[in-house]
Every structure is written in structure tokens, then in C-alpha cells.
């Protein structure tokens, strides 16, 4: 089936939260990132090229196939430069797994704005293990598809709940609760335990006043060496990258002593 110049504007118009919201869908581009999630989500049309359809013709459904030319999918993707399929997935209805709350680490993001960081922190909790990770409200909505693109294809493993932070941790508040601080203990010095919450906040403004009174333990990841000229702070998903590489090399550690 060729595509119409209705779904067209419709599948244009995903690029918007609100729009998003209103027709249940969201949009994934590029032929590794659709592969990589074709089998996790529902799809509602694969749009493509006519040559990239015969070739993946055996991956995709035909009912929901519809070939469009380059010009046609530019006007969909919200990429400087489009790829040759678009996919149209229902947006899935993901619930807290409290089993994954107290069994593994959980990352908790404190209104992360940042579309790329998302998506990166998302691909970061996809290679260290992690299958949940828990957001404010006014954390950049996952489903944006510049969050989608810099995942990579993690989103279809790795699961977003947006809730109230404050009062899920405070309901968990037996795990231990770390945070990224200025004023927290060397990383690199500290005995980290898991299962526990990792919180990382905001990129300008870092973790808000709230949620940092419920931190147990404030982590530090020192510059190197310690007295050297050096940026002022690190990327969020840099900081989450070190911090759970951190988390999990010392349960290796400990592990193997064991």
C-alpha cells in the first residue's frame, strides 16, 4: 500500500508530545533501530522505501507496510537527513516492576531535559543490566524521537516509568539511596551496595532541593588529578555511565573474593 498524504501529516505530527498522546504513537527511524524494535512494540505502519521493503520484506508484516519515496519519508522524520524506513509503534503501557526495585540497581532521573542524554542514559542502563528506570514528570519524554535515535534500539529493553519520585522512594526507603553530589564521598573509596536507587538530576540545576534530602549516600566522581584545571562537571550521561560502571565492577570485585 502507498502512503496517503493524510498519514503523512499524521505520522509528521509524532514529532510533538501532545500528538504523541493523542493518537497512542510514536515513531522509531532508521533500519537498525526498527529492527532492533519491531519485535518489542506494536507496530501501526512500517513506512519504507520500495527497495528497502523487498529487502526486508521476510521482518515486516504486509498489512502495516507502506512504501513511500525519500521525499515523502523526509517529510515524516524528524532526522536532518532520512533514512529509508520509519516505523509507527502504539505507545506501549509499561507498570513499576517492584520485583526489579529490589533486585537490581534502579537509575532515577530528576527532570533530565535533555532529549540525547535520555536516550544515552537509556542505552548506558541497556549495557550495564539495568531494565527500569524510574522519572519525574518533567523528565523529557521518552518517546521523543531524538531520545528514541540516541538509544539505539535499548528502548526495547530498557523500560521508563514516569511517577512521583519523591514518594516511590520514600516508599522504598529501606534500599540504600545514592545521589551524585558536589559535597558526596569519593566513588572510587566508597563500598556501593545494590539493590539501591541511583539519582541523578538535572543538567544545569542538578537534584532538586526535594528529592536530594532523601539521598543516604552522596557520591563524588573526582576529576583526576584532583588539583588540575578541569570542566566544571560532567555530562549527565558521562556522570551515569561512571557511576554504574562503578556500582558494578565492585560486585564483580566482591564476587570473586567471595
Same mark, same amino acid.
Given at each position: ?24 504513537? !510514536? ?12 519485535? =518489542? !512494540? ?13 529487502? =526486508?520484506? $521476510? ?43 529490589? $533486585?537490581?540497581?534502579?537509575?532515577? %532521573? ?27 514528570? $518533567?523528565?523529557?519524554?521518552? !518517546? ?30 529501606? %534500599?540504600?539511596? =545514592?545521589?551524585? %553530589? ?5 566513588? =572510587? ?7 539501591? !536507587? ?35 562537571? %560532567? ?24
Amino acid at each position: 500500500m502507498e502512503i496517503s498524504k493524510a498519514k503523512i501529516k499524521l505520522f509528521s505530527s509524532l514529532s510533538i508530545k501532545k500528538h504523541r498522546k493523542e493518537e497512542n504513537l !510514536f515513531i522509531v527511524e532508521g533500519t537498525k533501530c526498527v529492527l532492533d524494535t519491531i519485535d =518489542y !512494540f506494536t507496530p501501526y505502519a512500517i513506512v519504507a522505501t520500495k527497495q528497502w521493503s523487498e529487502m =526486508y520484506r $521476510d521482518k515486516i508484516k504486509e498489512e502495516v507496510l507502506m512504501t513511500a519515496s525519500p521525499t515523502q519519508i523526509s517529510q515524516i522524520s524528524s532526522l536532518s537527513t532520512a533514512s529509508d524506513v520509519v516505523a509507527i509503534y502504539q505507545l506501549p503501557e509499561w507498570e513499576l516492576d517492584n520485583r526489579q526495585l529490589e $533486585d537490581n540497581l534502579t537509575l532515577v %532521573l530528576d527532570g533530565v531535559q535533555d532529549p540525547g542524554n535520555l536516550g544515552t542514559i537509556i542505552r548506558i542502563a541497556d549495557w550495564f543490566g539495568i531494565h527500569q528506570i524510574i522519572a519525574s514528570h $518533567d523528565t523529557v519524554d521518552v !518517546f521523543n524521537p531524538k531520545t528514541i535515535q540516541a538509544t539505539m534500539g535499548a528502548i526495547s529493553r530498557v523500560k521508563v516509568i514516569y511517577t512521583d519520585i519523591k514518594k516511590l522512594i520514600e516508599k522504598h526507603s529501606d %534500599l540504600p539511596i =545514592y545521589g551524585t %553530589l558536589l559535597e558526596g564521598e569519593n566513588i =572510587y573509596e566508597k563500598s556501593l551496595k545494590s539493590p539501591a !536507587f541511583i539519582i541523578m538530576g538535572n543538567e544545569g540545576k542538578g537534584i532538586t532541593p526535594t528529592i536530594r534530602r532523601l539521598i543516604s549516600e552522596g557520591l563524588f566522581i573526582p576529576s583526576y588529578p584532583g588539583d588540575a584545571d578541569t570542566s566544571e562537571s %560532567l555530562n549527565v550521561g558521562v556522570a551515569t555511565a561512571i557511576t554504574i560502571a562503578e556500582f558494578r565492577r565492585q560486585e564483580i570485585v566482591n564476587k570473586n573474593v567471595k
